[in-house]
């Protein structure tokens, strides 16, 4: 019977890890379930984010708007001034804080400016 006995034991316990892990394992559908609620709670609360955060996107969208309108003609006015930005230092600050920037000494000459002096044969600019 001892010999009976010693094998039952040893299949039981070689048994019960393997049923342990049939239970342990949730059926597939409700992974599934799982994974489609969480779709729709991140879905949710992105969508209430995006509710909450409109009326100030709508706000800083027009400000930019504003700003690109009143900037506008100057940006224009600086693009016209530097020909190029490789033909300048990079900004010097000075001790009273005005900022300075040096064109190079290699540069070519700067272009003239439209509708501003125009130098004569000399280099010269009238006053």
């Not at 239970?23 to 991140?42: C, H, K, N, Q, T």
């Not at 509710?51 to 016209?80: C, F, H, R, S, V």
């Not at 230092?89 to 804080?97: D, T, V």
Request: net charge negative; aromatic share 2%.
């Amino acid at each position: 019977m001892k010999r009976i006995i010693a094998p039952s034991l040893i299949a039981l316990s070689l048994a019960a890890p393997l049923a342990a892990q049939d239970r342990l394992e949730p059926p597939a559908g409700d992974v599934e379930e799982g994974m489609s609620l969480l779709e729709r709670g991140i879905e949710l609360i992105l969508r209430g984010f995006m509710d909450e955060m409109e009326p100030t996107i709508d706000q800083m969208q027009k400000g930019l708007e504003g700003a690109a309108k009143e900037l506008g003609p100057a940006i224009d006015q600086l693009i016209a001034l530097f020909d190029d930005v490789r033909n300048y230092e990079a900004p010097e600050r000075l001790p009273n804080g005005d900022i300075i920037i040096r064109r190079r000494p290699d540069a070519p000459p700067p272009a003239p400016l439209p509708g501003g002096p125009v130098p004569d044969e000399n280099g010269q600019i009238e006053l």
